[in-house]
């Protein structure tokens, strides 16, 4: 490009923007100003780098970026329950104080702004309003960024559209991020990117918030529902010198103290079962259990497992009782007993249905009917020639089982590839 043709196209700039000025600056005198998102630089680097200067500019100010006290007097949640009838244009009387985290932010013109403020899965608006604040406006707002915790001291109120906001007199910054959030139209979706940064998940995706709740609800809804029963909740140890209780591979420790290695426990059934032996008929545990094998979709090394022994029962009474607990989970906490889910990968969800009675399957006749063999006496499945009994079947429809190529073991990864995957919903393989 010549410098004659550089020169017009500057001059051009110039005058683009100075016409954008002037127009600003007409619409805010008129009040037909629209909100205007604020800009930030693309690099995210820089970003970084800038916030931190800005973090320690405050500090060598004798400023406190990080403030040690800042008084909730009501949750967002609540916040929308109380405010949410009222009237479009109109505010409260009464001053409360919220806080949470800033994902967008809107001006319009230099005395008024607008910040998407999030928390508890919950979104209110703060309408900044120059004549309702008692600090230095400019000062307070222009150092407010996304992703920075704020909290806001002031009135509810809704807009004249009806969105329900807070007009705040102060607004302080409770916790500035120094890190560039994404941005909630682009989202945080790549899947390495979210299981490596869990936190800028949550903060991202409400879907993976509900599923903390979701979480909390089930292990609440069978600790209730078994101390209904009588049960006693109970903790067993984690490391033993016997790893017993499950056919599994176990993870090794030492105790530097005793100089002995331990092994972490594959499942608390022993000490569970010594505990109804001793007078507690009936007893749970809800903790981790640790298995050093396989990863996959439906495996983890480390687990939560719940386990329930009841004195004078069969396995058809607890049969009996898992359906009830389980169904009943389900209803209570969608409330319905379809759930809809979907499958990685899959684009149209399944309904599971939790409805009582479930389906109930016999493991060795289905095992017979779907290979087209017999299988040995069950009483004869832990002898050497049940064992190359399973063995070849393995080998032979490509099932894979890793060492140690037990009975168990064998029968076990079986079950997984040809049954398990019958069991769309709640099913029991029996017998």
Partial sequence: MNLKGGLKLEQKAKEKAAKEAARAAEDAA???AKPKKIEEPLDPGKYHEHRCNTVQGYKEAGETPYPHKFNVTISLTHFIEKYKDLEAGSKAEEVVSVAGRV???????AKLRFYDLRGEGNKIQVMANASFSTQDFEKVHSRVHRGDIIGCVGYPGKTKKGELSIIPKEVEILTPCLHMLPTLHYGFKDKESRYRQRYLDLIMNEDVRQKFYTRSKIISYIRKFLENLGFLEVETPMMSMIAGGA???PFVTHHNDLNMDLHMRVAPELYLKML???GLDRVYEIGKNFRNEGIDLTHNPEFTCMEFYMAYADYNDLMEMTEEMVSGMAKSITGSYQVKFTPMGATEPLTIDFTPPFRRIPMIPTLESIL?????????LQSDSSRQFLDDLCVKHDIDCSAPRTSARL????????LEVQCINPTFIIE
């Fill in 276 to 278: 109804v032996v001793g």
């Fill in 411 to 418: 029968l076990d990864k079986l079950v997984g590839e040809l």
């Fill in 247 to 249: 056919t599994a591979k």
């Fill in 30 to 32: 008129k009040g037909t």
């Fill in 103 to 109: 994902h967008s932010i809107r001006e319009s013109g």
């Fill in 372 to 380: 087209k063999v017999k299988f040995p006496p069950a009483a004869d």
